[in-house]
C-alpha cells in the first residue's frame, strides 16, 4: 500500500518561502505521476503543480515564476519550493500520486489515487 506524507508547512511572512516534502513508502517498481493540491475549509481542491513519470511539470497559473515542484525518484519524495509567498497560499497543502507512465500530468485531483494527510501553510505578517 501506498503512503504519502508531507512535512515542511508552517507560518510565514508574506515574500517568504517555505519548502514541502512529501516521502513516499510502500512504492513498486513502477511509474508515478506526483501532484501538489491545496484546500481552504469550504473549498474546492486545487491543483498546484505536478510531475509525471515522463518528466513534464505544471503548474496553475497564480503559482507560476514564484512554485517549484521537483522530486527524487530514488527517495521517492516529491518537493514544492514556494518562494514570494502571498496571504492567498494560506492552504492545507496535500501531496498524490497516480500510478502509471504518463508523459504529462494534470492538476485534476479525481485523477490521483493516493492522497497524503496534508500540511498546512499560513502566509500572514
Known amino acids: 500500500q501506498l503512503q504519502l506524507v508531507e512535512s515542511g508547512g508552517g507560518l510565514v511572512q508574506p515574500g517568504g518561502s517555505l519548502r514541502l516534502s512529501c516521502a513516499g513508502s510502500?512504492?513498486?517498481?513502477?511509474?508515478?505521476?506526483l501532484g501538489w493540491f491545496r484546500q481552504a475549509p469550504g473549498k474546492e481542491r486545487e491543483g498546484v503543480s505536478c510531475?509525471?513519470?515522463?518528466?513534464?511539470?505544471n503548474y496553475v497559473d497564480s503559482v507560476k515564476g514564484r512554485f517549484t515542484i521537483s522530486r527524487d525518484n530514488a527517495k521517492n519524495t516529491v518537493y514544492l519550493q514556494m518562494n514570494s509567498l502571498k496571504p492567498e497560499d494560506t492552504d492545507i497543502y496535500y501531496c498524490a500520486a497516480l500510478r502509471g507512465r504518463f508523459s504529462r500530468c494534470a492538476l485534476k485531483s479525481y485523477e490521483y489515487n493516493y492522497w497524503g494527510q496534508g500540511t498546512q501553510v499560513t502566509v500572514s505578517s
Open positions: 510531475s509525471s513519470s515522463g518528466g513534464s511539470t
Open positions: 510502500g512504492f513498486t517498481r513502477a511509474y508515478y505521476n
